[in-house]
């Protein structure tokens, strides 16, 4: 399939990390030392890897911790790497509203949008650039698969018939999950999206959900594929 080359990225490096206290009081989640490198580490050299040269960071607690490890990393790498600050922590959508304000060059094309939870391997967002060119659709979705138990506090996605994805259910009722195939927090996004994101509306849990965006975009037509990868390991107090 012919698709536009994707090169540029967006990471979410904005949220508290409460799950990570007290680590995260004083050194923002993706900053965080895993084997000697911050976790961001793992997931800009994957995405340099695969060939993204431009990257935003969208930041807010500790912002400036994350703004000097993004130009150290811009200084040493052939990438790079700015931030875009989010006023407030109201979620994923809010904050892809935030660089479509202060860096619209950025999802001017297709991008990738990714959390910054993950310890990736190296060839995590090869894997699914690859994938994302091999098929007839503009968006694609980082897949995992779940066990019964989590899907409640995860997501599952309803397919079409012809595997393409018809919706993303966050944190399903028990028992109406729609499969056992949950989204990870990365995708590979296209440009006329971005009206959807603008648009996003408050969910129940009281955020604005990137989720809702690509739901919307594809009741209007919108093709979207999966791959099922590893579930990435987060990081964890040693």
């Not at 994707?6 to 490096?13: E, H, P, Q, S």
């Not at 391997?121 to 098929?135: A, I, M, N, V, Y």
């Not at 919706?167 to 009206?195: C, H, M, Q, R």
Request: aromatic fraction near 6%.
């Amino acid at each position: 399939m012919s698709h536009e080359v994707v090169k540029r990225a967006v990471l979410l490096a904005a949220g508290r990390g409460k799950r990570l206290q007290p680590h995260t009081d004083i050194t923002p989640k993706p900053l965080l030392i895993h084997k000697g490198k911050p976790t961001l580490d793992y997931l800009l050299d994957s995405l340099l890897l695969a060939g993204i040269e431009e990257v935003v960071l969208v930041t807010h607690h500790l912002h400036e911790q994350v703004e000097h490890y993004a130009a150290l990393r811009s200084a040493n790498h052939k990438q790079q790497v700015r931030c875009v600050y989010q006023s407030h922590l109201f979620g994923t959508a809010h904050a892809l509203q935030a660089v479509i304000e202060s860096a619209p060059d950025i999802v001017a094309a297709p991008f990738v949008l990714s959390a910054t939870d993950y310890l990736v391997p190296r060839e995590f967002f090869g894997d699914l650039l690859q994938f994302h060119g091999s098929h007839a659709g503009e968006c694609s979705v980082s897949m995992k698969e779940l066990d019964a138990a989590e899907l409640a506090s995860r997501s599952s996605i309803r397919f079409n018939d012809d595997q393409s994805i018809a919706e993303i259910v966050e944190k399903p009722a028990a028992g109406t999950a729609p499969s056992s195939t949950g989204a990870n927090l990365t995708f590979i996004l296209p440009p006329d999206i971005i009206p959807d994101v603008q648009n996003v509306p408050v969910s129940e849990r009281g955020e604005q959900e990137v989720q809702h965006a690509i739901n919307a975009w594809i009741s209007r037509g919108g093709l979207a594929f999966g791959l099922v990868q590893a579930i990435p390991p987060e990081w964890q107090p040693s």
